[in-house]
T-cell receptor, first 113, second 115 residues
């Protein structure tokens, strides 16, 4: 079974621009979560989607948004990029149940100049 | 506030020696506990999880973890370390079903296995 895929793997943007990252979950997985990983803050939860509905949201500003499509693929968008948004953005998918394990993609490395 | 602590930023161990990576948590109820490993420029890989039952959980690559409810700990262990085990290890807690499905991650512990 193919794993979680994320595109693009690397991205360079400038301040003020916006960016869209994509995540394709493992086939059959209906839940997708997004995390931001930085050396200083570690892994921070952004949001989780299940059946196209946002189920949980972390403490990030409204510039960070996401959505999930009917095929469970998910996108996250960051508008008005700031230097501090430079990070590894990780997507994780799970079947659906509360005890399900999350499986992570390789991440998208975003650099904001 | 709910939290997960990995008290050691780095653990060094000689190849062939046993290793322990520590994790403690502060979460009400009976949480679900996970360990993940991250290699450079890669996403996180699942190692093992504790949901209920036997306090000793066996996982991938020879790793195991011991759940201790009284000490609210979930330490990761391996009887004999390999150089290839060198990586960043994350402990994660998922609070019991109460409307939230969020994972709480520790800050990570870098494991260095020396040849």
């Amino acid at each position: 079974k193919a794993g979680v895929t994320q595109t693009p793997r690397y991205l360079i943007k400038t301040r003020g621009q916006q960016v869209t990252l994509s995540c394709s979950p493992i086939s059959g997985h209906r839940s997708v979560s997004w995390y931001q990983q930085t050396p200083g803050q570690g892994l921070q939860f952004l949001f989780e989607y299940f059946s196209e509905t946002q189920r949980n949201k972390g403490n990030f500003p409204g510039r960070f948004s996401g959505r999930q499509f009917s095929n469970s693929r998910s996108e996250m968008n960051v508008s008005t990029l700031e230097l501090g948004d430079s990070a590894l953005y990780l997507c994780a998918s799970s079947l659906a149940q509360f005890t399900d394990t999350q499986y992570f993609g390789p991440g998208t490395r975003l650099t904001v100049l | 506030a709910q939290s997960v602590a990995q008290p050691e930023d780095q653990v060094n161990v000689a190849e062939g020696n046993p290793l322990t990576v520590k994790c403690t948590y502060s979460v009400s109820g009976n949480p679900y506990l996970f360990w993940y490993v991250q290699y450079p420029n890669r996403g996180l890989q699942f190692l093992l999880k504790y949901i209920t039952g036997d306090n000793l959980v066996k996982g991938s690559y020879g790793f195991e973890a011991e759940f201790n409810k009284s000490q609210t700990s979930f330490h990761l262990k391996k009887p004999s370390a390999l150089v290839s085990d060198s990586a960043l290890y994350f402990c994660a807690v998922r609070p019991p079903a109460s409307g939230t499905y969020k994972y709480i991650f520790g800050t990570g512990t870098r494991l260095k296995v020396l040849a």
